[in-house]
């Protein structure tokens, strides 16, 4: 079989990170249903704290991955196998030390576990086993996720996704039955481990049958220079790793702090559902990822300029519409799901809606960012990303508690790479004044708050039992938004793009079909 194009290669990583994650992402609810029913509330405070603290020991990646992935984009497109396999054998010593490092770093932690936690919580189970159990399925999984990489680079990231939720799924279901007949957290824990390392050992292996040379035994190193250069990414791209974990990272321990692992569990339910949201959008922007890489290699500054324009439109439309539904239909959601006991103020969903669309919106910028290598442009803003979050967390959540700290998130967000990032990418990416892309973003802005306020005075209007309410709201602010937005924006130059890549995906997946 032939080579792919970036189109249809874009396509089958789209269909199948979109398609296993919807899957999954059900059964995983219903694990979760399960769950809040068959354990108490402090176990769900303890996934999202130990979840947070082992994000942070993950710092010793130090952006490896994304340096390599970078480095890797040349070399596949020119078929220059000897570089891969070199790459790919520095990326897997690299791992294995970090696996190491992350290793014996949570081991050194674990005697002030109570110190972070506070009041011991309402649990049976032995807290240092669940978190040496958290940390051994963090730490191997590093010994084999580096080949994955080179099938995320290859823009064949529908292998890692399609194994993944297909495990997933399966974890799932068998965690879901495990619980309802034990309600053993350990035994759900010991499950997901072993989903875990399924995968990595799987997804390693299909790595080897797709490219077999990565496993000469006659590999030659990199030449020093080379090397130096991939590091040298790699010290840019720590910066990111360092404050994107200390921003996201840190949360459910400060909140842990203040107001409790049971506000730290109740909380988790909506992020949960914010998380799911963001994951199953992002399933688009991740499969074009790698061939963007490629498009950024070969293509002129005027077309690889009109897919940002288009990839920002489409962030605003995928990500506004997102941010409407967390905000009016996520109470009724955790209602029906996980019941009326996990329900938090409406401030909480307004100021989650926040996060995810400030955030979602950067995903076209950061895409170009990375997929450019312009790695060096912004590390000491990201400094003072993470700085201001620290700080803005500890006294907006002394005040304020989980808003204080949701909201510490955006406003340390706003004041550094929300405007940083686009104003590199315009200004030394494209040479493009950043003033296009600031009013493009308040254009955004308005219109959002505009379909905002339409939503809200429908959804007000909605009073019916808990099931009925979450279909009407999840009608309207479906509804509602794409009528808006596609009024407004169906005569673009962007929207005419998305439209014949749409169509030209329909075209290419029948005549796929009509083939077989």
Known sequence: MGKRTRTEYSYLNIIAGVGGYSISIILSLINRMIFTRTLPSSYLGLNGLFGNILSMLTLAELGIGGAIVYALYKPLAEDNTAKIAALVKLFGRAYRIIGCVIGVAGLCLMPFL?????????????????????????????????????????????????????????????????????????????????????????????????????????????????????????????IYKVSGVLVNGTDNIIITYFSGLVVTGVSSNYTLLVNTLTTLLNQIFDGVTASLGNLNAVETKDKRFSILNMMSLLNFWLFGWGAIGIIFVSDDMVTLLFGSGYVLDMKIPIVLALNFYTVGMMNAIWNFKHTMGMFRYGRFVQFGTALCNLVFSLILGYFWGLFGVLFATFLSRAITNLWYDPYVVYKHGFGKNPLVYLKKYLNFAGILLGTICVCGIICRMVNYGIFVNVIIKCVVCTLIPNVIFYIIFRKYNEFMIIKNIVHNGIVIIKNKLAKK
Do not use: C, W
Request: proline residues 2%.
């Open 114 to 238: 109570k110190m972070i936690i506070g009041e011991h919580p309402d649990i049976s189970d032995n807290l240092y086993i669940i978190f040496a159990m958290f940390l051994f399925s963090t730490a191997s999984s590093y010994f084999f996720s580096y080949r994955s990489t080179l099938l995320t680079a290859a823009q064949q990231n529908y292998y890692n996704t399609g194994l993944n939720y297909l495990i997933i799924s399966i974890q799932a279901i068998v965690q879901a039955v495990y619980l309802i007949i034990t309600k053993d957290y350990i035994g759900y824990l010991i499950i997901q481990i072993i989903g875990n390392l399924l995968y990595y050992i799987l997804i390693s292996q299909i790595a080897v049958k797709k490219f077999p040379y990565i496993k000469d035994k006659n590999i030659q190193p990199l030449a020093k220079e080379e090397e130096k250069s991939i590091f040298k990414n790699v010290r840019d791209l720590m």
